[in-house]
């Protein structure tokens, strides 16, 4: 687990409650189960038509995997990584030895590609730039849905106070008509706030981590396709270490105390 996202998930939930608690010291004021059903059924309803029942399935599946269960890339240690494998295959060592201890599934395609010895090198440069190109372009795709997610809850949410001053409006009239406008309002108002809670404390943050994961995890593949290019020459370590870090920025870099090391 991904006890960052956890520790954010929480502070939205306590900011949500504690800017409610400094508002009112009765928040059963907040609760309004109509209001819920509208925001969140109508939410739900929207985005099946929009990408199919199938599709929302694996769209909880990116949110768990990629961002509960997801960490950030440690650039320094798959620099290290392809500094281990340049130096090993110089001395003639196989690849096999590597493909089960790395944990980088990007890497681990590539060291199989190698070893398979199938494609030629222009080939297989080819091949694994390809996967990085379409690896980013779906995890953007998967993004772009679950942020267009967001213009939901807000609608839903202005539908619902719609549907309030409706019934408010209609049920007006005699001697205490003018005291019922108040609380009534309230509850108009209600839906509003579930819905752009709803958008602003949760999906659209999701979505914004999710780029961030993508384009993290996208640089990380272009070191390791830059890498294999450079481990198939048989390049020096060091010299490995050097070209990998020109992707970074200078305080994200491999210390060349570190390389020496």
């Given at each position: 687990?991904?006890?960052?996202?956890?520790?954010?998930?929480?502070?939205?939930?306590?900011?949500?409650?504690?800017?409610?608690?400094?508002?009112?010291?009765?928040?059963?004021?907040?609760?309004?189960?109509?209001?819920?059903?509208?925001?969140?059924?109508?939410?739900?309803?929207?985005?099946?038509?929009?990408?199919?029942?199938?599709?929302?399935?694996?769209?909880?599946?990116?949110?768990?995997?990629?961002?509960?269960?997801?960490?950030?890339?440690?650039?320094?240690?798959?620099?290290?990584?392809?500094?281990?494998?340049?130096?090993?295959?110089?001395?003639?060592?196989?690849?096999?030895?590597?493909?089960?201890?790395?944990?980088?599934?990007?890497?681990?395609?590539?060291?199989?590609?190698?070893?398979?010895?199938?494609?030629?090198t222009e080939h297989l440069l080819e091949v694994i730039e390809n996967r990085a190109?379409?690896?980013?372009?779906?995890?953007?795709?998967?993004?772009?849905?679950?942020?267009?997610?967001?213009?939901?809850?807000?609608?839903?949410?202005?539908?619902?106070?719609?549907?309030?001053?409706?019934?408010?409006?209609?049920?007006?009239?005699?001697?205490?008509?003018?005291?019922?406008?108040?609380?009534a309002m309230g509850v108009c108002l209600i839906t509003t706030m579930y819905g752009?809670?709803?958008?602003?404390?949760?999906?659209?943050?999701?979505?914004?981590?999710?780029?961030?994961?993508?384009?993290?995890?996208?640089?990380?593949?272009?070191?390791?396709?830059?890498?294999?290019?450079?481990?198939?020459?048989?390049?020096?370590?060091?010299?490995?270490?050097?070209?990998?870090?020109?992707?970074l920025q200078p305080k994200d870099r491999l210390d060349r105390k570190e390389i020496?090391?």
């Open positions: 687990m991904n006890i960052y996202q956890i520790i954010g998930f929480s502070l939205a939930i306590g900011v949500l409650i504690g800017g409610l608690k400094l508002s009112s010291d009765n928040l059963s004021i907040f609760l309004d189960f109509p209001s819920v059903f509208i925001v969140l059924g109508g939410t739900f309803a929207a985005t099946s038509i929009s990408f199919q029942l199938n599709r929302l399935v694996t769209l909880f599946k990116v949110f768990f995997i990629r961002v509960i269960k997801g960490q950030r890339f440690q650039y320094k240690d798959t620099i290290k990584e392809m500094m281990r494998i340049a130096e090993a295959y110089r001395r003639g060592e196989s690849l096999d030895n590597f493909i089960g201890r790395t944990h980088d599934p990007f890497l681990k395609d590539a060291l199989e590609l190698i070893v398979e010895n199938i494609l030629d190109e379409n690896m980013m372009i779906t995890q953007s795709e998967e993004t772009r849905k679950i942020k267009s997610i967001s213009k939901y809850p807000p609608a839903f949410g202005m539908m619902g106070t719609t549907i309030g001053m409706i019934v408010l409006l209609a049920n007006l009239g005699g001697e205490d008509a003018i005291k019922m406008i108040g609380p752009v809670a709803i958008a602003n404390l949760i999906i659209i943050p999701i979505a914004e981590n999710l780029n961030d994961n993508t384009r993290e995890q996208y640089l990380k593949n272009r070191i390791i396709v830059e890498g294999v290019k450079l481990l198939l020459k048989k390049t020096n370590p060091i010299v490995v270490a050097i070209e990998l870090n020109s992707f020496v090391g």
